[in-house]
Structure formats: structure tokens, C-alpha cells
């Protein structure tokens, strides 16, 4: 499908952790009101003092809501730890850090769950009260855990491989559990759109989990779809990419190898300087590294000019 | 039963709020290790942010802990109210004033909760964390609410009674809800008790609950029982009680009206000086305002001698 305004009128993008919320805000700064949704990952939520965290949709919201801080990859930029403090006091498990703030989200999204209110009606009031006006969806309002199974064959769920195990176990595969199905609000966004956007996340992690639940997959495949490379210079941005590349794929993390993952889905692919490789699609050469806040109106901007040459 | 060593071995008290604490912590100051047990008044427990609060416990376990303000009734001493602001920032309810250290109680309890564990058990850890040694026992593992009669014939929910609606509505009667199971460690710690202490702790709202749950009342007739009285020169030494009196038995609060309201279940009573009346049991006449620590372990020693005279 070829974009025939200036903008395109319904971008989804698909987004994980801290790459993702980067390029989301972006396309925030570019896009007009109404013309965003973003669809997050929930494979990664875990419960962590009987609450309820989901780190990715906290990531986004707090990125749009002017919240993050601008290099640790989580939680609110100046929070305070005096509950974490007094639990660390108290001899409970201190892994995940916890701010005050942050804190307040994890309670109300607990709490509306426990009211049996779904994931989706509580992220929309958690983005209400941070001033978040953006269209940010849960990928589902079901659990869909994440699972780390390791070369030794353990399975471990994320968080714990992630944190816990500090990412040091080799991955032999990573798969769900739980229900595919994607909320209604998600396929309808996806049936929508006119342009799809994959943010620079880890495939195997944020962005999968998005990709299989049901009908996704179908909707991208008839949707003008771009995806911007988490690999720099084969290194992971951020996290533990470059190692899942090489574990799971037995090859040298690279952009090509993200695109290869990709494969059937993409109409067009944006790399860092030096990284394009022939595709039988078009690459887009430039910098990827979204830091500031320019960076990430510049690249997103480019995207979007990039996705109306694409036909 | 006559008390015949210098202590009695087996202690129970019967406590709520913050009264109830502080005599409590007296109890804890003289007692052997090992002697005493405290039964704690569950009826105020409720919900807020998600979250399983039981204010009576707090009390008593942060007046154990040495944690508990001297002047303010409720949370711990210089505790922040970090998340507190953001909450409210975010235009969540803030009628309940949660401290951040104070929130650490209520996650862990609502975590252990939520895994099926018993308020019992629950209880034990907290303490335990906090360094409180002593027997604290929730009355009850099952949810046992209080609910406040209006004369307008409402019926309110006790914390929303006394917070939200400042306690302004007259009451007509108290009555609890749910399961009248006091849990096996209650009624085996009464089976076994050479005197039982009912606390300076409203009647209605603190003490009632625990005497109305089975078996409780039969265990306190067989047993040495003194108590001490929550009003002082007929007004209540705290909370609303001094109204409640006139409210639902409409007639003057004093000791004595107290007194009157625990008919059958005394054998001996303590009262401030000049509150003194004539009754079936003696009345020890004492300075029972017990704001220091000193005064606490006074009340409580005189309060095990007044027991060792009585027959």
C-alpha cells in the first residue's frame, strides 16, 4: 500500500522496552493527534510483592508522559526507594528496584486488576492521570508469560533470567504461555493501520510476543511494515540481543540477522550507518541511535518519509 | 482462679487501637518472655489501593516494634509519604494516609494473602521482620467486618465511617459480618490463660468483635478476667467513643457504663482516679492514662497485682 498524504493517518507500532519507547516518542513528536496507536508487549510481566508490573507498558508510558530518565533504562527520572529501602530492612526481596513513584502504578494497576477490570481499561487511566493523550494498548488482556529456555534446558521466566540469573544462561529458544489471543482493540488498530512500525526491541522478547498472537502476523503481512534495527555496529543497543542472536540463531548478531527473524513480514528496514545489506527490500541507511529527543523526531520522521517511497 | 506465682504464666490480651497498644506494650515491658499473648480486633481490616490493611495490627505490632509515633495514633514514626503525593498527584483517593515505610506492612500482607496464606501466618512473619517477639494473633483468619449502624438506618463500612465520614453519623448499632471462626490459636491461647487483660480499647468496635466470635465469651467466664477502662473523667481517652456511648446506650459515657456494657465477663476492673463506682467485682481505682512508656509498664504492673488479689 502506498502512503498518499504527508502522514500517514493510523501508525501502530509494535514496542518493547526502552529502544521502543524511544522511536514511540518519536513518532509522537511527528505524528498528529489520533494517528498513533502503540501496541506493547506483556510477555514480560511478572508479580513481584504481590503486585502486578508490566515493565514494558510502564517503559512507554512513563517515555511519553516525559517521566523516563534519559539514560537508566527504567522507572521514574528522580524517584525516590524509601518503600524499597524499608522492604530491604525487613529481609524481602530487593531485585527488582521499585521506586515510590513507579510504585503507584504497579498498586493501581493491582488493584483494577483485582476488580477484574482488564489491562487495557487500567492503562488507560494509568495514561489519564500521567497526561500520556497517545493510544497505548496492552497486547493482550490476558497472561502471556515469557519463557527463557536455556541450553542446559531449564525453563525460566524472563524477569528472573533477566535479573535474577542476570542474563547469563545460554538461550537455547524463547516461547509463551498462556492464551494468543490478542485484545479486540489490538486488531482492529492492526486492521487499521496504514503503516506498521517495528521498533528497535528485541525480536525474540518484546516484539514476538506481539507477532504471535493470533491474527497479528496475518494483518502485517497486508500492511505497509517497516522495522528499525536494534543492532548497532553488531551490538545490542541495550540488553541482552546480541547473545540471544548468537545462541539462538549459532550466528554473529547483526542488523541482516534481525531482518532475517523478520523474514515475509517487512516492506522496509532502517540501519545504522554501515549496516545495510542487500534485502529484497528497501534498507534505509542511517542513525539509529535515539538518545535525545531530536534523535528521535529526526529518525522518526525519516521512517515516515522512508514508508511513503514504499509501495 | 487466684493467680499464685509473682506473674501470671499465661497472659492474653484482648486489644484494638491505640489504647489498647500501649497497654499492651506495658504488658510486654513487665512480662516474662513467653507470657503473653495479644488477640487483636480484625473487624477495621479493608481495602484500600488494592491493597489488605489491619489497622489494629499495625498498631499493635509498630507499638511492639517501638515504631509507633508518641502523640500521632496510627503508622510509624517519621515515616515519608512519597508515594502517597504521587497518588494523590494522580488524583487516586488519599483519604487513608499510608506512609512508605507503613506500606511495606500492607504489601506483604497482601502478597501473603493473595498466595493463600493465613493472616495468622502472615502475622507472624511481619513481626518478625520487626522484631516484635511477643504472641500477636489476628482474631480471626477469615474476614469478619465491622459494620456501623446508622440511626438513619445506613449501614457503613467502620473505616468509612470514622474517615470518610469523620465518624459524624449518630450510631445506632455495631454489628459484624462474616464468619464468627475465631482461628485455633485464639481459642487455645484463651483455653490456656491464667488471666485475661480486655484492653483500654472502644468496646464496641475493638473488644466486641473478639468476644463475639464462638467460644471466646465461654473461655473469658471461666478465666480471670480484669479490664481496663477506656474512658477517663467520661470522656474517651481517644477516637469516638465518648459518643458511641451516648449514641447506643443513651446515657452519659463513664467508666461505669463501660463497666455495665462487659456485664458477666469481669472480675475485676480499673478505672482513672475519682471514676471509681460501686460494682460486684473490685474496682481498682489508678492512674490509667498511659502515654509514656513509663506509665505503661506502671498501669501493667499494678494491673497483675490488682489480678493476684482478685479470687
Redesign the interface.
Known sequence: MTLKSQYPSNVVALAGGVGGARLVDGLDRVLPPGSLTVIVNTGDDFRH???HISPDLDTIMYTLAGLAPETRGWGIEGD?F??LE??KR???PDWFLLG??D??TH??R???L??ARSLTEITRGLCA??GVSRRVLPMSDAPRPTIIVTQRGDEIAFQDWLIKEHAVPAVREVRQEGSDRATDLVLDAMESADLVVICPSNPYVSIDPILALHGVSDRIRQTTTVAVSPIVNRKAVKGPLARMIKDIEGRAPSAEAVAMHYEGLLDGFAVHHGDGFQAPFPVLETSILISSKEERSTLARELIDFARTIS
Do not use: I, P
Open positions: 510483592w504481590g503486585l525516590t524509601r518503600v524499608e522492604a525487613r529481609g524481602e515510590d513513584r510504585l503507584v498498586l493501581m493491582s488493584a483494577g483485582s476488580e492521570a500521567l
